[in-house]
C-alpha cells in the first residue's frame, strides 16, 4: 500500500508540476519575502513562485499573519492558485475568489485576504517558517500583489487564560454602525480557521446575526486554553431575512457584490457560576413548593373545622340528656355491607322524605337501594341502556323546558357517569405516554445535532440568557417548566383528596352529598391535572430546541386544557348531556390536525385560510344549535327546511322572541367573537397560526366564564370566600403573565439571525429572562384557574338540585 501510495503521489507531482504537452518545464522561484512588503510578481504556466517567511513566536503570546492578495488582471477563465504551507496547516484558495450565493448566482472576488492562526509550540520561543505558493494555468502572465502582515491587535482585550478557570466564557457581539449585512460569526478551537462564507461554518460554533449575536462558551470546549473568533460579512444578506437581490441575466454570470463591510464590537465576559445555577433552582423548587405547604396548612385548618362541627352535631342532635332517648346499635336496625355503601332491608321504611329516625339515623328509600345496589354492578356501561325513563317523562319535554333545574339534567345513574367522565383521565394518559415518547427522542436527535456540529442557528433561544448544562442548551428554559409539573401533581393531589371526602359522605348516606349540591364527578378534573403536567414537560421539551417544527409541542396540551376547562363548566350544570370523552378527544385532535397544516401550509396561503374560516364558522353554527337545544334537534337532509320553518313560525309569523333567552345572548356573543376572529384571520393571515388558534381557544373560554360567573349571580348564588380569593389573585396573575409573554424574545417565524434582534439579558437573578417568568406565572395562573373551577360552587352544596338553575 506504501509503495501504490508513493507512485501515485510520484505521477501526480510529475504531471502538475512536470514537462508539459509540449515539453515544456515548470520553473519554480522560491524567494526570501519579509512582512510588511508589497510584492507586485508575474505568474505564467510556466514557472511557479514560492515565498518563503519565518517569525518568531512565543508560548506566553499568540499572533495572528494576515496574506493580502490582488489580482491586478480581469482574467477569470484561468485564476491564481495561492497555497500557504505552515506548521500543521495548509491553506489554499483561487483568486479571483468565485463565493457562491442563492440560485447559484457567482460573485468575484479579485481582492482576497486570509488569516493564519499560531501553530502551538511548547517551547518559550520558537523561529517557525511558511510558505506562500503562487501557480496558475494561464498561459499569458497575470499581475497580481501579495503582503504578508502580522495582525496587531489578534488577541482580545480579555485573554483567555485569564477566564479559564471559570465554567463558561460569554461573547457579546454588537453592531456599531448598522446596515442590512448578514455577518457569519464562528469560534473555531484550532487551526487552521475557516474564515470564507463558504466553509466558514465547517467547524466549531457558527451562528448568524445582523444587529447582536451572543455565544456561551463551555470550559470543555477549549482544552488548549484558547478559541478563535471568526467574523465573516455573508456576499447575500437572504439568510438573515434581507432582500432578494436581482436575478443575473445569465446563468453564468458573474455579480458585483459592492461594497460590504461593517464594524463590530466584540466583548468576552465570563458567564455565571455554579452559585447562581444552584441559587436559580432552589428559587424555582421554593415558589412552588410554597404551594403545598400552603395547601397543607389550609388542609389542616379546613379539617379541624370539620371536627369541630362534628362534635357540635353530634352534642346538638345525639346527645341522651337532649332527646331523652337512648342510641341503639346499629346492627339491631339494620347492617352495612361489606363496602359500608348499602343497608339491609330491615332499616327501610316506607317514607322517603324522613330525615332522622328514633335512633338518630338517615333512612333511605327503596328506590335509593335499589339505585345503590344497581351502582355495585360493575358490568354496567352506560352504552347498554337509556337510564332516563322515558316512559314517565319524555327527554324532549325535560330539557326544552324554560327554566331548567340541575334535577333534570342529572337524572343518570351517578356510577354509570363517574365511569363515563373517568375515560376522560384514562384517555389523557394514554394519549400523553404516546405523545411524550416521540417528542422526548427528537428534542433529544435536535440537541445531538446542535452540540455535534455546532451550528447554533437551528435552534432559536434567547441567546442573551442561555445558560447551558450538560448537553442542554438553555437549562434555565427549561427548569422554568418545573411549575407546570408540580402544581398540576398538586392539583391532583387536591381532586383526589375531595373525591374521598365525597365517597366517605356517600358511603355515610349524607343526604347533601346524594341530593344537594352540584353532581361530583371527578374525571375531568383528573383529566385537567394531568394536562397541565404534561404541559410542563412538552414545553420544556419544545424549549431544549425551540425552532420551527416542534413548536406545536408547546400548545398541543394548551388546546386540550382550555377545551378541558370549557367541557367542565358544560358539566356543572349539565352532566347528563355533556360530550364524551372519545368525541372530545377527537375533536381536539381535529383541532391539533389543523394547528400542524397552519404552520407549515398557513404562511401566505389564502385557500387554506379560506377553508380553515368557513370551517370556523360552520364549526360555531352547529356548536350553538346543541348548546340551545340541549342536543334534542337532529343533522339530517331536513334540517334546512326546518330552520326556515322556525324562522317564519317564530320571527316573522308571530314575532316572539326566542325561549332561552340567556342562551341566546351567550351564543350570539360567541358568534361574534368567532366570526370576528375569523374574519382577522382571513385579512391578517398571521404568520404563528398556533398562537391564533390558542387565542380563539382562550377567547370562548374566557367569553364562557364570564357568563357563568354572571348567570351564577343572577340566579341569586354566591361566590364563597375562598373562590372569590382564587378569581381576584388569578386575574392578576394572568395580567403579569401576558405581560412578560408579549415580550418576544425570540421568534421562529423570521430567519435566526432577525430572531436575535430580540435577545434580552437576563431580569431575575441573573439566570432567568422574561419567557421563564412567563412559565412561572402562566403555570400560578393556571393552577389558580382550575382552583376556580373546583371551588366556584362550593355555596350550593346544601342546596336541593331542583333549586339549582341550569344555564
Not at 346538638?316 to 343497608?343: C, I, R, V, W
Request: net charge neutral; glycine share 6%; proline share 3%.
Amino acid at each position: 500500500d506504501t509503495f501504490i501510495c508513493s507512485l501515485l503521489w510520484l505521477c501526480v507531482t510529475q504531471f502538475v508540476c512536470g514537462s508539459g504537452a509540449e515539453g515544456e518545464t515548470n520553473n519554480v522561484i522560491q524567494k526570501d519575502a519579509e512582512f510588511d512588503v508589497t510584492y507586485n510578481d508575474t505568474v505564467t504556466s510556466e514557472n511557479q513562485t514560492i515565498y518563503a517567511f519565518n517569525h518568531t513566536v512565543s508560548r506566553n503570546k499568540t499572533e495572528g499573519v494576515r496574506v493580502f492578495v490582488d489580482v491586478l488582471s480581469q482574467g477569470f477563465e484561468s485564476p491564481i492558485l495561492f497555497v500557504v504551507r505552515q506548521k500543521q496547516a495548509v491553506v489554499s484558495f483561487q483568486v479571483p475568489l468565485i463565493l457562491r450565493g442563492l440560485y447559484q448566482r457567482k460573485y468575484p472576488y479579485s481582492h482576497v485576504g486570509r488569516t493564519l492562526c499560531q501553530p502551538p509550540t511548547r517551547a518559550a520561543s520558537e523561529t517557525q517558517y511558511f510558505f506562500v505558493d503562487v501557480s496558475t494555468l494561464s498561459s499569458l502572465g497575470t499581475n497580481y500583489q501579495l503582503r504578508v502582515s502580522r495582525v496587531e491587535s489578534f488577541t482580545l482585550h480579555n485573554p483567555v487564560h485569564l477566564l479559564f478557570p471559570l465554567a463558561f466564557i460569554f461573547l457579546i457581539f454588537h453592531v456599531s454602525h448598522y446596515n442590512f449585512f448578514s455577518l457569519p460569526l464562528s469560534l473555531s478551537f484550532q487551526c487552521p480557521v475557516y474564515d470564507l462564507d463558504n466553509n466558514v461554518a465547517f467547524i466549531g460554533m457558527y451562528q448568524t446575526m445582523t444587529k447582536k449575536g451572543a455565544i456561551t462558551v463551555q470550559r470543555k470546549d477549549f482544552p488548549s486554553n484558547s478559541f478563535y473568533v471568526v467574523v465573516v460579512v455573508k456576499t447575500e444578506d437572504e439568510a438573515c431575512g434581507g432582500p432578494l437581490r436581482f436575478y443575473p441575466l445569465r446563468p453564468d454570470e458573474l455579480i458585483d457584490a459592492g461594497n460590504r463591510s461593517k464594524f463590530i464590537d466584540v466583548i468576552v465576559t465570563p458567564a455565571i457560576n455554579s452559585e447562581v445555577y444552584v441559587m436559580g433552582m432552589l428559587f424555582c423548587l421554593g415558589i412552588f413548593l410554597s404551594f403545598y405547604l400552603l395547601t397543607l396548612l389550609m388542609t389542616c385548618l379546613e379539617n379541624k373545622r370539620m371536627k369541630k362541627r362534628e362534635v357540635f352535631q353530634i352534642a346538638a342532635d345525639m346527645s341522651p340528656a337532649e332527646t331523652g332517648k337512648t342510641q341503639a346499635s346499629p346492627y339491631e336496625y339494620g347492617s352495612f355491607a361489606d363496602n359500608g355503601s348499602t343497608l339491609s332491608s330491615e332499616a327501610i321504611t316506607d317514607s322517603a322524605t324522613s330525615t332522622d329516625n328514633n335512633y338518630g339515623y338517615v333512612e333511605q328509600s327503596l328506590d335509593s337501594v335499589g339505585r345503590s345496589r344497581q351502582e355495585s354492578l360493575s358490568s354496567v356501561e352506560e352504552d347498554d341502556y337509556d337510564t332516563l325513563d322515558d316512559i314517565t317523562s319524555d327527554k324532549n319535554i325535560v330539557r326544552t323546558k324554560k327554566f331548567l333545574c340541575v334535577s333534570d339534567l342529572s337524572r343518570k345513574d351517578k356510577r354509570i357517569l363517574s365511569k363515563k367522565y373517568q375515560i376522560y383521565f384514562w384517555n389523557i394518559a394514554t394519549i400523553a405516554v404516546f405523545y411524550a415518547l416521540p417528542v422526548v427522542q427528537l428534542v433529544i436527535t435536535y440537541q445531538t445535532v446542535v452540540n455535534v456540529t455546532g451550528n447554533q442557528d437551528i435552534c432559536f433561544y434567547n441567546f442573551l440568557c442561555a445558560h447551558p448544562l450538560g448537553a442542554l442548551s438553555a437549562f434555565n428554559n427549561i427548569l422554568s417548566n418545573l411549575g407546570y409539573v408540580l402544581l398540576g401533581l398538586l392539583f391532583l393531589l387536591i381532586v383526589l383528596k375531595r373525591d374521598i371526602v365525597h365517597n366517605r359522605a356517600l358511603v355515610r348516606n349524607d343526604l347533601n352529598a346524594l341530593e344537594c349540591g352540584i353532581p361530583k364527578h371527578f374525571g375531568l378534573y383528573y383529566a385537567m391535572g394531568t394536562a397541565l403536567m404534561m404541559e410542563g414537560l412538552l414545553s420544556a421539551c419544545y424549549h431544549v430546541c425551540p425552532n420551527y417544527t416542534n413548536f406545536q409541542f408547546d400548545t398541543s396540551f394548551m388546546y386540550m386544557i382550555a377545551g378541558l376547562c370549557m367541557l367542565k363548566l358544560y358539566q356543572k350544570r349539565h352532566p347528563d348531556i355533556n360530550a364524551s370523552a372519545y368525541t372530545a378527544y377527537a375533536c381536539l385532535a381535529g383541532v391539533i390536525f389543523f394547528s400542524v397544516l397552519g404552520v407549515v401550509f398557513g404562511k401566505g396561503n389564502t385557500v387554506f385560510w379560506i377553508i380553515f374560516s368557513v370551517i370556523h364558522i360552520l364549526s360555531t353554527m352547529l356548536l350553538s344549535t346543541q348548546l340551545y337545544y340541549m342536543g334534542r334537534w337532529r343533522l339530517d337532509a331536513g334540517i334546512l327546511r326546518r330552520i326556515v320553518y322556525v324562522i317564519y313560525t317564530d320571527c316573522i309569523r308571530q314575532c316572539s322572541g326566542p325561549m332561552y333567552i340567556d342562551r341566546m345572548v351567550l351564543l350570539v356573543m360567541g358568534n361574534i367573537v368567532n366570526w370576528s376572529l375569523a374574519a382577522y384571520g382571513l385579512i391578517e393571515r398571521p404568520n404563528d397560526f398556533a398562537s391564533y388558534l390558542l387565542a380563539i381557544a382562550i377567547c370562548n373560554l374566557l367569553l364562557y366564564f364570564a357568563f357563568y360567573i354572571i348567570m351564577k349571580l343572577r340566579s341569586g348564588e354566591r361566590i364563597q370566600c375562598l373562590a372569590l380569593v382564587c378569581i381576584l389573585f388569578t386575574a392578576v396573575v394572568w395580567g403579569f403573565a401576558l405581560y412578560f409573554f408579549f415580550q418576544g424574545l425570540s421568534t421562529w417565524q423570521k430567519t435566526p439571525a432577525e430572531s436575535r434582534e430580540h435577545n434580552r439579558d437576563c431580569i431575575l437573578l441573573s439566570f432567568f429572562d422574561d419567557h421563564d417568568i412567563w412559565h412561572f406565572l402562566s403555570s400560578i395562573a393556571m393552577f389558580g384557574s382550575f382552583l376556580v373551577l373546583l371551588t366556584m360552587d362550593d355555596d350550593l352544596d346544601t342546596v336541593q338540585r331542583d333549586k339549582i338553575l341550569a344555564f
